[in-house]
C-alpha cells in the first residue's frame, strides 16, 4: 500500500508516531481525542503496509520513508489531462449488438453513451456479456437498456490529480473513469465526455515515473 492511499487520519497518526516513538496505542488515542478501537483499523494498515512497525510491550515506532518518495510526490503534480486518453463513444440508442462490434474494433473495456451528445450511461465488458447471457435480442435492444446510468457515473475532470482518479476507480471497483466537461444549459446540468482515464492510464503513470521518464 502507499501514502497516496492513506486517509488524513492514518498521516496524523504517523506524525504522531515520528515525534513521540515509541508510543503505545493508547497514547496515540490520547493524542487523537478518539477511543483506541478507533484506530485499530489505521493501526493494522500502517503496520501491514511497513510504515510503522509494533514492538510488543513497547510500542509503535516509525519505520518507513514515505516523505522521501519522489515518486509519490511527483505523482500527485500529474493532472488527468496529461495521461487521459480519446474516448470511445456510443449514442444509448445504439444495438447492443453494434456495441460489442465497437468494442472489439476499437480494443476498449468500456464505453461511454451518449444521449443528445452528452454523458447518459457506461457499458462494460461485462454488462455486455450479462445481456447476452440473459437472452436480450442483441440486435434490437439498445445499449440504453442495460448500460450505467447517470447519476451514477462516476467521472473526472482534466484539472484532477492523477493520484485522486486513482482513488475513484479503486474505491468504485471499477476500470475507467469518463473525463467530462460540465456544460450549463437552460440550468440543467449536462457533461461532455473528452476523455478516458482507465487503469491502463493510471498505472503507465507510475511505470513511467518509477524509470524516471
Ligand atoms: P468489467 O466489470 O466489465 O470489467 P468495470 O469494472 O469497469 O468493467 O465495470 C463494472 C460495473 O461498473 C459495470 O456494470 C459498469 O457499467 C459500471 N461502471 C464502469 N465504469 C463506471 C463509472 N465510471 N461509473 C459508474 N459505473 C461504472
Redesign the pocket.
Known amino acids: 500500500m502507499i501514502s497516496i492511499l492513506f486517509s488524513e487520519r492514518e498521516k496524523k497518526i504517523i506524525e504522531i508516531v515520528k515525534e513521540n516513538q515509541p508510543i503505545s496505542s493508547e497514547e496515540i488515542a490520547k493524542l487523537l481525542n478518539v477511543t483506541r478501537a478507533a484506530i485499530r483499523s489505521d493501526l493494522s494498515i500502517l503496520t501491514k503496509s511497513n510504515v510503522l512497525e509494533a514492538r510488543p510491550k513497547v510500542g509503535y515506532f516509525y519505520i518507513g520513508d514515505i516523505d522521501n518518495n519522489v515518486v509519490l510526490e511527483k505523482a500527485e503534480e500529474i493532472k488527468v489531462r496529461q495521461v487521459m486518453s480519446l474516448p470511445s463513444v456510443v449514442d444509448e440508442k445504439m444495438s447492443i449488438y453494434e456495441v460489442i462490434v465497437k468494442m472489439f474494433l476499437e480494443d476498449v473495456?468500456?464505453i461511454y453513451v451518449l444521449s443528445s451528445g452528452y454523458l447518459s450511461g457506461?457499458?462494460?465488458?461485462?454488462?455486455l456479456i450479462q445481456a447476452l447471457v440473459g437472452g436480450k435480442d442483441i440486435n434490437k435492444v439498445p445499449v440504453g437498456i442495460i448500460?450505467?446510468r447517470m447519476p451514477?457515473?462516476?467521472?473526472t475532470h482534466e484539472d484532477e490529480s492523477i493520484i485522486d482518479a486513482a482513488k475513484k476507480i479503486i474505491i468504485?471497483?471499477?476500470?475507467?473513469?469518463?473525463v467530462v466537461e460540465k456544460v450549463d444549459e437552460n440550468g440543467k446540468k449536462n457533461f461532455k465526455v473528452i476523455g478516458r482515464v482507465s487503469k491502463t492510464n493510471v498505472t503507465k503513470v507510475f511505470v513511467d515515473l518509477a524509470y524516471g521518464d
Open positions: 473495456g468500456t457506461v457499458v462494460s465488458r461485462k454488462d448500460m450505467t451514477n457515473i462516476v467521472m468504485h471497483q471499477i476500470d475507467s473513469l469518463p
